[in-house]
């Protein structure tokens, strides 16, 4: 069969693939548009889907129990798609395995593929922040954090620095946006999340689970975050501000208490995305 300008993909007959050739084929629509950022922000999530991008990505969230709707994936690329896809199908149907030539790929997608594979998954439904802040001892609070590189890179830190949530404000970006997974590495899936409504409202529930909320702020005259710091506390928020404007007056007037990485150079801060990874790590090491 065909596949879009100058490709062909050949499968084999009774193959578990599904060829497709026209980009505007219907089977596919979950992969339409991937760079069209606020089309897939409003669609992704009142569709209860999320594409996850790449073999290492797709098998995490296989792993992580995430159920597949769909794959779509490159002639090339094949051998990247899970045997997990077939080897646990939901309710004893495995979800389409499509194959589309590079060409056609782009078409559908708006970009060259080029990690070969994409899974449309089902979103979970989301989880109540008072349960989530039960089982939890160290979480990451985010306000208004846009960027999903910015928050992609935030899970990462949060799943191997040991923190064990992560809170968002209610105009913080999708974890689960591709390019938030693929930033993250598949981790979104491993650390759980919840949304913080009303905002900074809210934050009183955590303060309420016994939490010593610590907002990170550069002020001078915030105390300076050190490795002995937040010793006396059991449990620790720490509560990170949006790219730019930093923490919003009303989130920190909510929190315990302030604190600041100390700079040299006359540099103002941190990108917020290492800002939390030095504050994970460093609230990490009391507990070694």
Known sequence: MRAGAGATVAVEQGSRFIVIDDPADPRVADYVALTDVALRRRREPAEGLFIAEGERVIERALRAGYRPRSVLVSPARLAAVPERIWAEPAAGHPPPVFVAGPPVLEAITGFEVHRG???????????????????????????????????????????????????????????LYRRSVRVSMGEVFAVPYARLDPWPGALALVRAAGFEVVALTPAPDAEELAPAWGAAADRVALLLGTEGAGLSEAAQAAATRRARIPMAHGVDSLNVAATAAIACYLLGIRSR
């Open 117 to 175: 594979a994409l899974a449309s998954m089902c979103r979970r439904p989301a989880l109540d922040p008072a349960q989530v802040l039960a089982a939890a001892r160290r979480v990451l609070v985010c306000e208004d954090l846009v960027s999903h590189t910015n928050l992609g890179a935030i899970f990462r830190s949060a799943a191997g620095l040991g923190m064990d949530a992560v809170l968002l404000s209610p105009r913080c970006a999708d974890p």
